[in-house]
């Protein structure tokens, strides 16, 4: 089997290696423009040789985000500046990927730093919606959607797919997890409509079917689309493994390439058994059962449990976030951990370590 630094083709995108960067929101925009904490945040992976960086959740309408200081992609002058990074990344000989979302319930909330508390229309904020009326935890409750709100939602994702193209990206990732509108669309926790869009496992996955194929209109055959999940609620009555894996059949065939397995966040209170790689069995379960690709995320740190977890087909690659921000250059120090002979940047080979004095 392959390992971390095997290329991986996805139609006919090829990714120098099987260690990518996690989307990580940094709260930094402002009116959802990269600026050059961005460049960066996302250019120091690829100076490290990650061989996918998704960029953190970018909103496809204002009211779409979940914080007044995250990125979006919803006009030109957004997808100007995301080029900037774009170009930049790829000179590096590295692959670069955006992340779409809609928030839902979850939307105009102060920054992490700041409490995450709600903001007011007084304040900048915005009414949150979500397919039925539940709060998440404290936050007000959410109005639920119209069905004509729902098509036009999907049409704002069409459309900034269309911008990422302009954009230069890579990869198109739709963010399907962590009680944002589409997860809370799967789950039967938030999901309690009577129309066509909730009830029955076919009715809860039409919305993030109809988004995947309003994407695919736009977005070239050539050229891969991501979804990332919640794999499981950690709740009973939630969102299942077992659903989770017929939606990864379910989509397969419309044009989805990879299911980046994540889990929880559709509830406030609800306790996660974290540990190392405590979600990888979420990617084995959709590779056991479907042709789907996969990526491993959560608590992924040991260069060597990373390995083992491509080399045992549980996953085709791994995302790293949090361990990333603690040591940018993981990547180069896992090669050298496994003996991999990887080029370093020109600018940087001073510091790679050798095996005899220089002198």
Same mark, same amino acid.
């Given at each position: 089997?392959?390992?971390?630094f095997d290329e991986l083709k996805i139609r006919d995108l090829i990714i120098p290696n099987r260690i990518w960067l996690s989307p990580m929101c940094q709260y930094s925009a402002i009116d959802g423009l990269p600026n050059t904490w961005h460049t960066v945040h996302l250019g120091k992976y690829a100076m490290g040789k990650v061989g996918l960086i998704m960029t953190e959740a970018s909103g496809i309408s204002p009211s779409a985000r979940s914080t007044l200081h995250d990125t979006g992609i919803w006009n030109d002058e957004q997808v100007d500046a995301w080029r900037t990074i774009v170009d930049f990344v790829h000179l590096q000989g590295v692959k670069i990927g955006i992340q779409?979302?809609?928030?839902?319930?979850?939307?105009?909330?102060?920054?992490?730093?700041?409490?995450?508390?709600?903001?007011?229309?007084?304040?900048?904020?915005?009414?949150?919606?979500?397919?039925?009326?539940?709060?998440?935890?404290?936050?007000?409750?959410?109005?639920? &959607? +119209?069905?004509?709100?729902?098509?036009?939602?999907?049409?704002?994702?069409?459309?900034?797919?269309? #911008? =990422?193209? *302009? @954009?230069?990206?890579?990869?198109?990732?739709?963010?399907?997890?962590?009680?944002?509108?589409?997860?809370?669309?799967?789950?039967?926790?938030?999901?309690?409509?009577?129309?066509?869009?909730?009830?029955?496992?076919?009715?809860?996955?039409?919305?993030?079917?109809?988004?995947?194929?309003?994407?695919?209109?736009?977005?070239?055959?050539?050229?891969?689309?991501?979804?990332?999940?919640?794999?499981?609620?950690?709740?009973?009555?939630?969102?299942?493994?077992?659903?989770?894996?017929?939606?990864?059949?379910?989509?397969?065939?419309?044009?989805?390439?990879?299911?980046?397995?994540?889990?929880?966040?559709?509830?406030?209170?609800?306790?996660?058994?974290?540990?190392?790689?405590?979600?990888?069995?979420?990617?084995?379960?959709?590779?056991?059962?479907?042709?789907? &690709? +996969?990526?491993?995320?959560?608590?992924?740190?040991?260069?060597?449990?990373?390995?083992?977890?491509? #080399? =045992?087909? *549980? @996953?085709?690659?791994?995302?790293?976030?949090?361990?990333?921000?603690?040591?940018?250059?993981?990547?180069?120090?896992?090669?050298?951990?496994?003996?991999?002979?990887?080029?370093?940047?020109?600018?940087?080979?001073?510091?790679?370590?050798?095996?005899?004095?220089?002198?």
């Amino acid at each position: 089997m392959p390992g971390l630094f095997d290329e991986l083709k996805i139609r006919d995108l090829i990714i120098p290696n099987r260690i990518w960067l996690s989307p990580m929101c940094q709260y930094s925009a402002i009116d959802g423009l990269p600026n050059t904490w961005h460049t960066v945040h996302l250019g120091k992976y690829a100076m490290g040789k990650v061989g996918l960086i998704m960029t953190e959740a970018s909103g496809i309408s204002p009211s779409a985000r979940s914080t007044l200081h995250d990125t979006g992609i919803w006009n030109d002058e957004q997808v100007d500046a995301w080029r900037t990074i774009v170009d930049f990344v790829h000179l590096q000989g590295v692959k670069i990927g955006i992340q779409l979302w809609h928030a839902g319930q979850k939307s105009s909330t102060t920054t992490p730093w700041q409490g995450q508390d709600y903001v007011d229309a007084n304040s900048g904020g915005w009414q949150a919606v979500a397919p039925s009326e539940i709060a998440f935890g404290k936050l007000p409750k959410p109005r639920s &959607l +119209t069905e004509e709100e729902i098509h036009s939602i999907i049409d704002q994702y069409r459309q900034a797919a269309t #911008r =990422s193209l *302009k @954009a230069g990206f890579n990869v198109v990732e739709i963010h399907g997890a962590h009680g944002y509108l589409i997860h809370s669309f799967l789950s039967p926790i938030t999901n309690h409509r009577k129309d066509q869009y909730g009830g029955s496992f076919e009715n809860r996955t039409r919305f993030v079917t109809e988004v995947v194929k309003a994407i695919r209109e736009v977005w070239p055959i050539n050229r891969p689309l991501f979804l990332r999940t919640s794999s499981h609620d950690w709740i009973e009555g939630g969102w299942s493994t077992l659903e989770n894996s017929e939606l990864a059949k379910k989509l397969l065939p419309l044009g989805v390439d990879l299911i980046d397995c994540s889990s929880g966040g559709i509830k406030s209170d609800i306790s996660y058994p974290v540990a190392p790689g405590y979600q990888v069995k979420f990617s084995e379960d959709i590779k056991n059962s479907s042709q789907m &690709l +996969t990526c491993a995320v959560g608590v992924i740190t040991d260069p060597l449990f990373a390995e083992e977890i491509v #080399r =045992s087909n *549980k @996953a085709d690659a791994v995302m790293l976030g949090r361990e990333f921000l603690r040591n940018p250059n993981w990547v180069l120090t896992t090669a050298e951990v496994l003996g991999v002979d990887l080029e370093w940047l020109n600018q940087y080979k001073q510091g790679k370590p050798r095996k005899t004095l220089p002198y």
